[in-house]
């Protein structure tokens, strides 16, 4: 595993790899992107804009210091089994030394190789627009709209902010019973208390694709979809997510960078500062 410190760090964070309780780990996955390509670029992109914000969140009123390790970039072939492999194995060595792993990407599929390295009884909430609920697409078993129903083969998974899905894939998260809210439910009461009864005590990994957000705060994605959901409705779910159960992992996917607009990538490291920041606080008190 190779190490990063310093000016390459996410927030310029400089802790050792052992006082950090967590680790960001750059996974530049861009093989089975279909419509817009450049995710390969994201997670340095992230990583950079997080030097632009402040290490005082706040929207948490929490200041983060000494928290977070970055590792090198992730060497993936193209070959997408192998990089699914190198995904579970990184994030199993963060398990193994008890940290919190923080995937950065790259396209989502990404996910499904970190669902690996977690126990079968780890609950996995998807911030999606789209329900990546596919089989076989393009007639690789695995890609990126298969994601979802390739980690619910292990884990349990409820997915948040969802739009778009064909009607094959709405049938099958119904005959599942899996807990779907749809962008349009996002606000109602009930939606975010059937989330916090079906977690509450229980692990927990967050998976956020950035193209729930609504493209005019998070333009730069690999496959844009308009109605999306807003900055504030995701800090709702991540404080009640996390308030009512343990973090033990968390990505950000999908990032491409865009050359005239780096509000997206911005965004994404704010995300990662919020939920670090949102768990911090829990357990201090
Ligand atoms: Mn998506």
């Known amino acids: ?27 530049p996955l861009d093989i089975t992107t279909t419509y817009l390509k450049g995710t390969k670029f994201g997670p340095r992109s992230v990583i950079e804009a997080s030097r632009s914000l402040e290490n005082y969140d706040f929207e948490v009123d929490y200041e983060l210091k000494d928290k977070i ?16 492999e190198v995904i579970n194995l990184s994030t199993s060595d963060l398990v193994s030394a008890g940290k919190i792993p923080v995937l950065i990407g790259g396209e989502h599929t990404a996910t499904y190789g970190a669902s690996l390295a977690f126990g079968e009884d780890v609950e996995f909430i998807i911030f999606d627009a789209h329900a990546d609920f596919k089989p076989d697409f393009l007639k690789l078993e695995i890609n990126h709209a298969s994601n979802a129903r390739l980690v619910n083969l292990r884990n349990n998974v409820s997915l948040i902010g969802i739009r778009s899905l ?76 996390i308030r009512n159960s343990a973090l033990v992992g968390m990505d950000i996917m999908e990032t491409r960078p865009l050359s005239d607009n780096n509000i997206t990538e911005i965004l994404a490291a704010k995300l ?4 670090v920041s949102l768990n911090e606080l829990k357990n201090r008190h």
Request: charged share 25%; hydrophobic share 40%.
């Open 166 to 241: 064909n009607l094959e894939e709405k049938e099958e998260l119904i005959k599942r019973k899996l807990l779907v809210i749809t962008k349009d439910k996002i606000n109602d009461d009930t939606s975010i208390n059937s989330l916090i009864n079906l977690i509450r005590g229980k692990k927990v990994y967050i998976s956020i694709d950035m193209d729930v957000f609504d493209p005019s705060i998070a333009p730069g994605v690999g496959t844009p979809q308009p109605n999306g959901i807003l900055y504030r409705d995701f800090l709702n779910y991540a404080s009640a997510i």
């Open 1 to 27: 595993m190779l190490l990063n410190e310093g000016k390459d760090s996410f927030l310029e964070e400089v802790v050792s790899f052992n006082d950090a309780k967590y680790v960001v780990v750059p996974v």
């Open 69 to 84: 390790f970055t590792l090198n970039e992730l060497e993936l072939s193209g070959d997408i089994r192998n990089a699914m």
């Open 272 to 275: 990662i500062i919020d939920l």
